[in-house]
């Protein structure tokens, strides 16, 4: 699954257009990597996320099924490290 549909399908970000634009501003890394929006996400990934005002650094678990996730379901996803 590419980097930008997971981030939004997560609730990450709101939206997969600023998930692009974290992207594309280097603001994503995954494996200590800059990461293009269409980054194929594999379970045991690392992915750092940069916002404006925290960072939050999660390891990937498993990939949704499909574009959204209920969120009770979320935290089998993903889990965060920093």
């Known amino acids: 699954m590419r ?3 997971f981030l939004k399908a997560c609730g ?6 600023i998930a692009r634009e ?4 280097g603001r994503v890394q ?15 990934n690392r992915v ?3 916002f404006a005002t925290k ?8 990939l949704p099924e499909g574009k959204s996730v209920q969120k009770a379901k979320v935290q089998y996803l993903y889990r ?3």
Request: include cysteine.
């Open 3 to 5: 980097v930008d549909l």
């Open 12 to 17: 990450l970000v709101k939206r997969r257009t």
């Open 22 to 25: 974290m992207c594309d501003s």
């Open 30 to 44: 995954i494996n200590g990597h800059e990461a293009k929006p269409s980054k194929e996400l594999k379970p045991g």
């Open 48 to 50: 750092a996320l940069q």
């Open 55 to 62: 960072s939050i650094e999660f390891d990937v678990l498993a």
């Open 80 to 82: 965060i490290i920093a």
